[in-house]
Nanobody, 129 residues
Framework: QVQLVESGGGLVQAGGSLRLSCAAS????????MGWFRQSPGKEREFVAA????????RYGDSVKGRFTISRDNVKKTVYLQMNSLKPEDTAVYYC??????????????????????WGQGTQVTVSS
């Protein structure tokens, strides 16, 4: 079992930066691939980024490539999402998620929400123009 708690959301002007954190409980965290997703009203949930269990492989959604960076600290059991050059269209609730298939191969790390079976409660990010 893993519990996930996001933090770091808030209001920022376009062009600004925010860093989201996802604190995890449970020893199995270090074996799980982790992902960030987002959802805004009236839109489907969107894949943002994923990272493998060891932190040396990452994947990004097309809309955030070059602006967002995912990382993890397995000692602190925390996943981060550094968001730079924020745009109004980045406004959404951001969710952290864990894929509990242990030591997943990089090629199997997915961008589909149903692959992830543990989710946090979300943190609101609002980017003003």
């Amino acid at each position: 079992q893993v519990q996930l708690v996001e933090s770091g959301g808030g209001l920022v002007q376009a062009g600004g930066s925010l860093r989201l954190s996802c604190a995890a409980s449970g020893r199995a965290f270090t074996a799980y691939a982790m992902g960030w997703f987002r959802q805004s009203p009236g839109k489907e949930r969107e894949f943002v980024a994923a990272i493998n269990w060891s932190g040396d492989f990452t994947r990004y959604g097309d809309s955030v490539k070059g602006r967002f960076t995912i990382s993890r600290d397995n000692v602190k059991k925390t996943v981060y999402l550094q968001m730079n050059s924020l745009k109004p269209e980045d406004t959404a609730v951001y969710y952290c998620a864990a894929d509990s298939r242990r030591y997943l191969r990089n090629v199997d790390i997915g961008e589909s929400g149903p692959l992830y079976n543990y989710w946090g409660q979300g943190t609101q990010v609002t980017v003003s123009s």
